[in-house]
C-alpha cells in the first residue's frame, strides 16, 4: 500500500497537484494495477479489499484534503468516539493519530522530560488484546511501537479497562512506568494476573482482595522511591459538573 502511495503522490506532483493524496486516490491507483503475476495479484487484492473496508465504514472522512491542525488539537481536551467501528479501524485512526503528533513533535525538537499530554485509551483490551491462538502477542506493530516510543517527547498513553487478562503483556502490561487497580477486580484471574505484573507478595495479594474498594486505588511505579505497591484514596469526581 505504502509503495502505491507514493506512486500516487509522484503523479500528483507530476501533474503540479499540490493537494496531499487520500485513500480514494490510492485505491484508484490499486484499482488500475493490471498485473498478472498471481502472488502480487494476491496481495494486491488484499490491500485493495482493506481499503475498500477502511472507506465503507468512514465515508467521506477520509477524503478530505484538509484537517486539524494537531498543535492546537493537542492543546485541547478532547473526546474521540470510536464506538461502533470495526477494531482495524479503532486501531488505525488512533495510531495514525498519535504517531502524527509524535512527528510534529519530533520535527520541532520538542524532546520533553516531563508528562505534557495524555492520550486515554478506555477499553483498551480492543486496541492491545492478546492472541486469541496462544503464541506471541496479537497486537499489532503500530500500536506497539508507539507505546514504547512516545514517552520522550511528553506523551504518555494511558489504557484502562475491565479485564486485565485480556490484554497484551508485550504492548502494554510490561512496558507500562506505572500500574494501578482502582477499586476491584472481578475475577480471580485478574488478581492473579495484576498480583504477578505488579510483583505482589502472597500477602499483599491476600490482603488486596480483601480490602479493595471503590474510592481507593493501588498503585506501583516501576521506578524511583514509590516501587512498592501502595493504597491511594482517589477523589469523588463529580461527572454530571464535569459534562457541564
Same mark, same amino acid.
Given at each position: 500500500?505504502?509503495?502505491?502511495?507514493?506512486?500516487?503522490?509522484?503523479? %500528483?506532483?507530476?501533474?503540479?497537484?499540490?493537494?496531499?493524496?487520500?485513500?480514494?486516490?490510492?485505491?484508484?491507483?490499486?484499482?488500475?494495477?493490471?498485473?498478472? +503475476? +498471481?502472488?502480487?495479484?494476491?496481495?494486491?487484492?488484499?490491500?485493495?479489499?482493506?481499503?475498500?473496508?477502511?472507506?465503507?465504514?468512514?465515508?467521506?472522512?477520509?477524503?478530505?484534503?484538509?484537517?486539524?491542525?494537531?498543535?492546537?488539537?493537542?492543546?485541547?481536551?478532547?473526546?474521540?468516539?470510536?464506538?461502533?467501528?470495526?477494531?482495524?479501524?479503532?486501531?488505525? $485512526?488512533?495510531?495514525?493519530?498519535? $504517531?502524527?503528533?509524535?512527528?510534529?513533535?519530533?520535527?520541532?525538537?520538542?524532546?520533553?522530560?516531563?508528562?505534557?499530554?495524555? $492520550?486515554?485509551?478506555?477499553?483498551?483490551?480492543?486496541?492491545?488484546?492478546?492472541?486469541?491462538?496462544?503464541?506471541?502477542?496479537?497486537?499489532?506493530?503500530?500500536?506497539?511501537?508507539?507505546?514504547?516510543?512516545?514517552?520522550?517527547?511528553?506523551?504518555?498513553?494511558?489504557?484502562?479497562?475491565?479485564?486485565?487478562?485480556?490484554?497484551?503483556?508485550?504492548?502494554? +502490561?510490561?512496558?507500562?512506568?506505572?500500574?494501578?487497580?482502582?477499586?476491584?477486580?472481578?475475577?480471580?484471574?485478574?488478581?492473579?494476573?495484576?498480583?504477578?505484573?505488579?510483583?505482589?507478595?502472597?500477602?499483599?495479594?491476600?490482603?488486596?482482595?480483601?480490602?479493595?474498594?471503590?474510592?481507593?486505588?493501588?498503585?506501583?511505579?516501576?521506578?524511583?522511591? %514509590?516501587?512498592?505497591?501502595?493504597?491511594?484514596?482517589?477523589?469523588?469526581?463529580?461527572?454530571?459538573?464535569?459534562?457541564?
Amino acid at each position: 500500500m505504502l509503495d502505491k502511495a507514493k506512486e500516487t503522490n509522484d503523479e %500528483f506532483e507530476a501533474a503540479g497537484n499540490q493537494n496531499p493524496i487520500t485513500f480514494v486516490d490510492v485505491l484508484r491507483k490499486v484499482d488500475d494495477d493490471k498485473s498478472t +503475476r +498471481r502472488r502480487y495479484s494476491e496481495y494486491v487484492d488484499v490491500v485493495r479489499n482493506r481499503i475498500r473496508t477502511l472507506l465503507n465504514t468512514t465515508g467521506e472522512c477520509l477524503s478530505c484534503i484538509r484537517g486539524f491542525d494537531i498543535h492546537k488539537l493537542a492543546q485541547t481536551s478532547f473526546v474521540l468516539d470510536l464506538t461502533g467501528l470495526p477494531v482495524e479501524v479503532q486501531t488505525f $485512526i488512533i495510531s495514525i493519530l498519535i $504517531i502524527t503528533l509524535t512527528h510534529a513533535r519530533m520535527a520541532l525538537g520538542q524532546i520533553a522530560n516531563k508528562l505534557n499530554l495524555a $492520550i486515554v485509551l478506555d477499553e483498551c483490551m480492543r486496541l492491545f488484546p492478546v492472541s486469541r491462538y496462544g503464541g506471541q502477542d496479537k497486537s499489532l506493530s503500530s500500536l506497539g511501537l508507539i507505546s514504547h516510543s512516545v514517552r520522550e517527547f511528553g506523551i504518555g498513553l494511558l489504557a484502562a479497562t475491565q479485564s486485565p487478562t485480556s490484554i497484551s503483556e508485550a504492548s502494554v +502490561r510490561s512496558q507500562s512506568w506505572l500500574k494501578a487497580i482502582l477499586g476491584t477486580l472481578g475475577s480471580t484471574s485478574d488478581w492473579e494476573n495484576m498480583s504477578d505484573i505488579m510483583n505482589f507478595s502472597e500477602e499483599q495479594l491476600g490482603y488486596a482482595k480483601k480490602h479493595a474498594r471503590v474510592g481507593q486505588a493501588i498503585v506501583k511505579l516501576a521506578t524511583g522511591d %514509590f516501587q512498592d505497591p501502595m493504597i491511594i484514596t482517589t477523589p469523588n469526581l463529580d461527572l454530571k459538573r464535569l459534562d457541564k
